[in-house]
C-alpha cells in the first residue's frame, strides 16, 4: 500500500553551484533531504547540534550522493550565541546561499527552557529559526532566485499563539506548545513572504507527512503503541523529505510564495495560520524576546 499512498513527484532540476543550509540535517527528513540536494550537485551545509552523530551522518550524506561538497557546522537553535556564531561563520566563509532549509525541531518535548528562557519547543522551532534567518538574509538576498523553507506541520491546526504567555510558563501541555511552534511557522512564512516580496527571495512552510522520525521519543507508551499500529500508514524518512524537496527545487514555485504545502503540492492550513493580524504581532514579539529590530 505505502507506494501508492503519497503522491510522488519528481523533478531532475539541478542544483550544481548552489549552496543550501539544512538546520538537523543528521538525523530524519534532514538528513534524506541533504543527500537528494547533494545528488542534484549543491554544496550542502548540515547545520546541527549534536557533532558526534553529524559525523556519521555527513559521510553518509558523502557517500550516498557521490558529492564530496558537504560540510558539517555547530549550530544549536535552543541557544542564540551558538545561532549567531554561526551566522557570523557563514556570512564570512560563504559568498552565498540560495537556500535556506529550516528543518529542525522537538516534538512534545517535557517542559524546558533554552539558554535565553524560551519554552524549548517555541524557542527551537520558532524563535531559533526566526533569527537564523534574520541574521543570513542579507547573504541570502544577495543569492537570488534564493529559497526560504520552513518545516512546519499539519499539527498547527490544533495550535494557537497565545502571545500573553508564549512560554507557557502558566501552564504547559507538550502538545498544545507543539502545536503553537508548529502555527508559529506557518505565520512566520506568512508574514517573511511579504517582506520579501519583489527581492527574489521566496518562502514556503509545508507538512511532511506523519514520519518515522527520532522526533517520536517523548511519546507516552499508548502514544507510542498507536503510533505503531499507524506504522503502514505513515511515510519514512525518504518520503518525509520529499515536500521539502519540492519546496527547495521545484521550477514551478519559483513565483509562489508565502504558502503552505503537504504531499508535494499546495495544501489548505487553518484558519488561524491565516490570521495575518497575529502574524504581525507574533512578529513583534519575536524580535522583542530575540532583542532584534527587523522591519
Known amino acids: 500500500i505505502q507506494t501508492n499512498m503519497f503522491r510522488s513527484w519528481s523533478t531532475d532540476a539541478r542544483l550544481d553551484g548552489k549552496t543550501v543550509i539544512i538546520t538537523g540535517a543528521n538525523t530524519g527528513i534532514g538528513k534524506e533531504t541533504a543527500i537528494d540536494l547533494a545528488k542534484r550537485g549543491a554544496r550542502i551545509i ?19 550522493s557521490g558529492n564530496q561538497d558537504v560540510v558539517a557546522c555547530r549550530l544549536d537553535l535552543a541557544d542564540s550565541k551558538s545561532i549567531r556564531e554561526f551566522a557570523e561563520n557563514i556570512n564570512k566563509e560563504e559568498k552565498q546561499v540560495n537556500i535556506l532549509i529550516n528543518n529542525a525541531g522537538v516534538m512534545v518535548c517535557p517542559y524546558g527552557k533554552t539558554a535565553d528562557g524560551l519554552e524549548m519547543q517555541i524557542g527551537v522551532n520558532h524563535m531559533g529559526h526566526f533569527l537564523l534567518t534574520y541574521l543570513l538574509l542579507d547573504l541570502i538576498k544577495r ?12 499539527a498547527h491546526q490544533w495550535g494557537t499563539i497565545n502571545l500573553e504567555d508564549i512560554n507557557s510558563e502558566k501552564n504547559y501541555d507538550k502538545q498544545k506548545a507543539y502545536s503553537q511552534s508548529k502555527l508559529a ?81 499546495p495544501a489548505k492550513c487553518s484558519q488561524a495560520a491565516m490570521d495575518d493580524e497575529v502574524g504581525q504581532r507574533l512578529w513583534e514579539l519575536s524580535c522583542k524576546m530575540l532583542s532584534i529590530t527587523w522591519e
Open 185 to 265: 511557522n506557518i505565520l512566520f512564512t506568512r508574514s517573511l513572504a511579504k517582506r520579501l516580496e519583489g527581492t527574489g527571495v521566496t518562502a514556503y512552510a509545508l507538512h511532511p507527512g506523519v514520519v518515522q522520525t527520532e522526533l517520536w521519543r517523548h511519546l507516552n507508551k499508548p502514544q507510542q503503541a498507536a503510533m505503531w499500529l499507524a506504522k503502514p500508514f505513515t511515510k519514512t524518512s525518504v518520503q518525509g523529505a520529499q515536500t521539502t524537496i519540492y519546496c527547495a527545487v521545484a521550477p514551478e514555485l519559483e513565483t509562489e510564495s508565502g504558502k503552505y504545502y503537504s504531499d508535494c503540492a
Open 46 to 64: 548540515m547545520a546541527c547540534r549534536d557533532m558526534e552523530k553529524t559525523d556519521a551522518a555527513l559521510k553518509e550524506v558523502k557517500d550516498a
Open 143 to 154: 543569492s537570488t532566485p534564493a529559497r526560504i523553507i520552513n518545516v512546519s506541520s499539519m
